[in-house]
Nanobody, 123 residues
Framework: QVQLVESGGGLVQAGGSLRLSCAAS????????MGWFRQAPGKEREFVAA????????NYADSVKGRFTISGDNAKNTVTLQMNTLKPEDTALYYC????????????????WGQGTQVTVSS
């Protein structure tokens, strides 16, 4: 089992920045990819970004490319999501997730999930 705990959400004005962090514990040696997903009210959970622990393999949703940066730290078992130039449409509950395969972006590929952290962007 792998446990994931997110932190760093909050309320920010449009154009501002937030940094989300996710701490992994347990059988982290089984994890190859760490990802972030988000879910807005009334919408399905969608992929945001993913990385392997070294940061050499990253993927981003088109909607966040150029604004968000994901990074991983294998030594600390943490992954961060730096979110810049935030928009009201970025408002959602953000989830950290872990997968055993490299480079996956499909929700179904992630076996472990955190509880989520709320990000609210006001206009």
């Amino acid at each position: 089992q792998v446990q994931l705990v997110e932190s760093g959400g909050g309320l920010v004005q449009a154009g501002g920045s937030l940094r989300l962090s996710c701490a992994a514990s347990g059988r982290t040696f089984t994890v190859s990819t760490m990802g972030w997903f988000r879910q807005a009210p009334g919408k399905e959970r969608e992929f945001v970004a993913a990385t392997n622990w070294s940061g050499r393999i990253t993927n981003y949703a088109d909607s966040v490319k150029g604004r968000f940066t994901i990074s991983g730290d294998n030594a600390k078992n943490t992954v961060t999501l730096q979110m810049n130039t935030l928009k009201p449409e970025d408002t959602a509950l953000y989830y950290c997730a872990a997968a055993g395969r490299v480079g996956v972006i499909r929700r179904e590929s992630y076996a472990y999930w955190g509880q989520g952290t709320q990000v609210t962007v006001s206009s």
